[in-house]
């Protein structure tokens, strides 16, 4: 003889049950949905088929400044200045860069750089430490180079 339980299983447990798990499935999803919005730091564009129309026209630029054969790699020093190292540049390059928190808080910061010899090129200003990403700017006869590396 098979004993009943004491409280029969009713359809109110059964919804409390469908309530529960959906609920903290949403709660889940806009938790995720918030830290996803808030850590993007990406390329927004107003109007992206706009954007798209110049698209081939960024890659024409992006192939001539590889072509330049100029080269840049930066790194922070131990006072907080980036130091870069590079190739190929004319002596009178104007070299500068923005930076950028790529997640978390939304931190901008600017630098100019001053030539130190040997194709070396020393921020004035200093870095916070963390992780940043740089796009840096190069100038030179009429020429603009740029590339965007993790410091």
Known sequence: MARQPSKP????HMAAILVTGFGVVACVNFIM????????????????????????EWLDEAEEARALGWTAGGSRDE?????????????????SAELRRPIGVH????????PVGDGRFRSI???????WTMR?????????WAEESEI
């Not at 918030?34 to 088929?49: K, L, Q």
């Not at 931190?107 to 001053?114: G, I, K, P, V």
């Not at 840096?136 to 603009?144: C, F, N, R, V, Y």
């Open 9 to 12: 299983f009713t359809g109110k």
């Open 33 to 56: 949905a918030s830290y996803a919005i808030g850590g993007f730091h990406g390329t927004v564009v107003e109007n992206s088929y706009v954007a798209s129309q110049h698209f081939n």
């Open 79 to 95: 006072t907080g200045h980036v130091v870069l190292e590079t190739m190929g540049l004319p002596r009178h390059a104007q070299v």
């Open 107 to 114: 931190e901008y910061a600017s630098l100019t750089f001053a």
């Open 125 to 131: 200003e200093t870095v916070d430490p963390g992780r």
């Open 136 to 144: 840096l700017t190069i100038k030179a006869d009429g020429h603009d």
